[in-house]
């Protein structure tokens, strides 16, 4: 028996997977096929990358709020709060 938030679920992933195909097919009439997967590509690997940097320094020094924590610890203190701000 679905409950209401699976019923919420269903509905959320529909939406997005609409926006996803929306978002697809205007990048294809931009750039094309090859320009569609070599940004995606490009994009994929650059997320990857400040994930990977993001889990590396979290499992180097646990504190609370490392996305706003690191860049004021590691950058500058305006740095921080303006990732804070940008966060929020």
């Known amino acids: 028996m679905l409950k209401e938030r699976h ?3 269903i509905a959320f992933s529909g939406t997005i997977g609409n926006g996803l195909f929306l978002g697809c097919g205007t990048s294809l009439a ?7 997967v070599l940004s995606y590509i490009l994009m994929g690997t ?3 990358s400040i994930i990977s940097s993001l889990c590396e320094m979290t499992a180097l020094m646990p504190v609370n709020a490392p996305v706003m924590e690191f ?3 590691f950058l500058d203190r305006g740095v921080g709060f303006a ?3 940008m966060y929020w």
């Open 7 to 9: 019923i919420n679920m």
């Open 30 to 36: 931009v750039a094309g096929a090859g320009g569609s």
């Open 46 to 48: 650059v997320i990857c």
């Open 71 to 73: 860049p004021r610890r």
């Open 83 to 85: 990732v804070g701000w």
